[in-house]
């Protein structure tokens, strides 16, 4: 521990460590998930996420048809779209993770925030 960390548990009344105590509770996958479907781009992370639900579904039939298929050029081109099909729910999928990954960031800056705020504000008393 540093010195300014015992100094922002010293000025912390119970409300405050409380309500810092929840921003640093560990969230599930789920729950992340969740988080980034709300707020100005949540529209958007459900068009993601449903996005990736159908190309998942994509994956299975593509590759049910290379496994079906009789001809070998009718197998060759339903494996090139399988693999594009995984290549898009990759690329999809990175951009959920992504936010999902800026919207944990956001909540340490935030949880910084109030606690030089909550410092600053002891402080000056």
């Keep these: 521990m540093t010195e300014i960390d015992d100094r922002i548990?010293?000025?912390l009344d119970a409300d405050d460590q409380q309500f810092l105590s929840e921003l640093e509770s560990d969230r599930s996958l789920?729950?992340?998930i969740g988080d980034s479907m709300a707020g100005p781009m949540g529209n958007w992370t459900k068009l993601v996420f449903a996005l990736s639900l159908v190309f998942?579904?994509?994956i299975v039939f593509c590759f049910y048809k290379v496994f079906t298929t009789q001809h070998q050029f009718e197998h060759l081109m339903w494996a090139i779209a399988a693999l594009m099909v995984l290549t898009m729910q990759g690329f999809v999928k990175q951009w959920l993770f992504?936010?999902?990954n800026m919207l944990s960031i956001l909540r340490e800056v935030k949880r910084l925030q109030v606690q030089?705020?909550?410092?600053k504000e002891k402080g000056g008393e």
């Design 98 to 100: 992504s936010r999902m």
């Design 30 to 32: 789920w729950r992340q």
């Design 116 to 119: 030089v705020a909550l410092l």
């Design 9 to 11: 548990r010293d000025v």
């Design 56 to 58: 998942g579904g994509l």
